[in-house]
C-alpha cells in the first residue's frame, strides 16, 4: 500500500520559520517528481512547489519564491519543505503528491501563522 | 497573473449528466497544459481523477471522462450518483509551474 505522510504543521508567529517533512513509503520515490499543494481554510487548492526526481529542478508559486525551498532525500523516501518569513496567508494544510500521473496524495499537515 | 477559471458551483440531479469546465487566461487550454482534474470532499485530501486531459487513475469511476472541448478543458460525468456531490479542481501546467482553477462545488439535487 502506497502511502505519503507529511509531518512538522504548526502554530507559528509571522516572520517564522517552519521545516515540512513527507515520508513516502510502498511506492519507488525516487522515480517521481513531487510536489507540495496547500488549501487555506474554506479555500481551494493551490500549487506551492515541486522538484524532479534527482532533485535538479525545482519550481516555486510566485508568492513563495525566495521563503520556501524544496528539497528531497531518496534514500529517505522524503520531500522537504523549509518556509521561512512566514506570513499569515501561509497558513493552510499543506499536502505532499507525486506526479499527477501516479497520484498518491498525503493526508495534509496543518500550518497555522498567527501571534 | 495566470487565472484559471471554473464554474463557481453547479447543480445536477441524479442521473443526469454534467460537465465542468476549465479556462485559461492565456488563451485556449490545449494537451501542453497536462490538464488534470481532482474531487476534493468535506475534510478530505484531494483524490485524482484525470490526467493528461483524458486519461483515467485505476480508481476512477468509468461515469468522469475527461476531453479538450473548445479551447477548455473539460470533464463530464455521466449518470451522475449522490457520491458525486463535492469540490473539484482542474490543474494546468504553465512551463514548469502549475496553476489550481478556483474550483466547482458540485451538488446532486
Redesign the interface.
Known amino acids: 500500500e502506497v502511502q505519503l505522510v507529511e509531518s512538522g504543521g504548526d502554530l507559528v508567529q509571522p516572520g517564522g520559520s517552519l521545516r515540512l517533512s513527507c515520508v513516502g513509503s510502498g511506492l519507488t520515490f525516487k522515480n517521481y517528481w513531487m510536489?507540495w499543494?496547500r488549501q487555506a481554510p474554506g479555500k481551494?487548492?493551490?500549487?506551492v512547489a515541486?522538484i524532479k526526481e534527482d532533485g535538479s529542478?525545482k519550481?516555486?508559486?510566485?508568492s513563495v519564491k525566495g521563503r520556501f525551498t524544496i528539497s528531497r532525500d531518496n534514500a529517505e523516501n522524503s520531500v522537504y519543505l523549509q518556509m521561512n518569513s512566514l506570513r499569515a496567508e501561509d497558513t493552510a494544510v499543506y499536502?505532499c503528491a507525486t506526479n499527477?500521473?501516479v497520484?498518491y496524495?498525503?493526508?495534509?499537515t496543518l500550518v497555522t501563522v498567527s501571534s | 497573473q495566470t487565472v484559471v477559471t471554473q464554474e463557481p458551483s453547479l447543480t445536477v440531479s441524479p442521473g443526469g449528466t454534467v460537465t465542468l469546465t476549465c479556462a485559461s487566461s492565456t488563451g485556449a487550454v490545449t494537451s501542453g497544459h497536462y490538464p488534470n482534474w481532482f474531487q476534493q470532499k468535506p475534510g478530505q485530501a484531494p483524490r485524482p481523477l484525470i490526467y493528461n486531459a483524458i486519461n483515467k487513475h485505476s480508481w476512477t469511476p468509468a461515469r468522469f471522462s475527461g476531453s479538450l472541448l473548445g479551447g477548455k478543458s473539460a470533464l463530464t460525468l455521466s449518470g451522475v450518483q449522490p457520491e458525486d456531490e463535492g469540490d473539484y479542481y482542474c490543474l494546468l501546467y504553465y512551463g514548469g509551474a502549475w496553476v489550481f482553477g478556483g474550483g466547482t462545488k458540485l451538488t446532486v439535487l
Do not use: A, P, T
Open positions: 510536489s499543494v481551494g487548492l493551490e500549487w515541486n529542478e519550481y516555486y508559486m510566485d499536502y499527477w500521473r497520484g496524495w498525503g493526508q495534509g
